[in-house]
Each structure stands twice: as C-alpha cells, then as structure tokens.
C-alpha cells in the first residue's frame, strides 16, 4: 500500500497483482424467472444486510448502451443473480430496492440507479444504501474502484476478467456467475469490516 500523503491511503496496480485472489466462497442462484425471483426477495428481506451490484453487456459503439441485464443481491452466505434481461425490473425487485429497513451496501451506485431508474420510467427511489466510495473516505482510503478498495481494506484481490463478457448470454459461464456473486459479496466485506474497527490506516 502506498501513503503519499500522511492522510490518505492508495494501492498500486503493481502491488494488487501480487495478491491473492479472493471469490465468493458461498452459494449462487440464478433467477431467470418471476416465481423463483419473488421466492428469493422473501429471503432477502429477512436479512440485515445485503451487497448489491449490476451488470450490463458491453457496447463498443460510441453513444450506444445497453439496459441493465444482471442485478446480484448477496447475504453473507448466498448470493441471487437476477437476470433483469428476462425478468425485467419487477415490482418485486424494486420493493426491496426501494425497503428502508434492509441495509444495502454498493459501490458506482450513481450509475446503476439511474439505469435502473430508466426501466421503470424514472419511478425509483433507491432507499438505505451505503455507497462506499464514499464510505471509505471516513477511513482515509482515496482509491475508488472496487478492486483496489477490496486490496486495501482484505488485503486479497478480486479478479475483473470477465467484467466485460456478454451478460444477455443464453447461459451465465461458471466465471461470469463467480465473478457477479464476488462483486456484490465483497461490498457487505469491506463495509463490516470498516465498521469492526479491525482496518487500521
């Protein structure tokens, strides 16, 4: 780790490469169907805590983007991948989104809020939602991306290959599926951790 200032905490790319790789060690459902989907956000609700992030396949054209294809919700222990380009952004999803009892940890929220926002016509309020480039400001971390936050505060890194991968695929690949489960999984680590008070700076 690097502390260029007295104040503020950075890592290098150099030094994330030489550490190890982290995955979600728990279980993944995928969701491609409204049944299973509302079967999965009663689970969901009962929880204190979830992460949460999505995925959308790549455009390579200039002015050209894609809906929201993928939103992973994740506890501790088992992570629901809810394949939004079948299923659509139900009323169900949206609910829990939108539930100020249940704690939601993410990260670039910004920009799935207002992808997500779009889908039902701007008729989304995203509610209790820890978003953690800014949370970890608290804790003197400047880095902002996922992977070098995780590196700071876990000391492992999570891998980003399949991050541009097609997420309207037929079928989600084993890596695809551990890469999206990781990705939401890791945002309710770093937050429990920061807050145990066991990240020292």
Known sequence: MENDTPNKI????????????????????????????????????????IGFDTETRPTFK???????????????????????????????????????????????????????????GGQFIPKNFIELQKFVKKYNIEDQSLQKIYGIVIGKKISKGQRLSNWEADHLTENQQ????????????IYEVLKSGKFKS
Request: net charge neutral; aromatic share 6%; glycine share 4%.
């Open 62 to 120: 200039k002015g050209k983007s894609n809906h929201v294809a993928l939103i992973q919700l994740s506890t501790h222990d088992t992570c629901y991948l809810f394949r939004i380009n079948r299923i659509g952004f139900t009323p169900a999803i949206k609910n829990l989104l939108e539930n100020e009892s249940l704690l939601k940890v993410g990260i670039s929220l910004k920009d799935d809020f207002c992808m997500l926002s779009r889908l039902n």
């Open 10 to 49: 950075k890592i290098s790319k150099e030094i994330i490469a030489t550490l190890p790789i982290e995955t979600f060690p728990g279980k993944i459902v995928v969701i491609d169907n409204e049944r299973d989907a509302d079967n999965a956000l009663l689970q969901l609700n009962n929880e204190r805590i």
């Open 178 to 189: 551990l890469y999206a489960a990781t990705d939401a999984w890791s945002c309710i680590k």
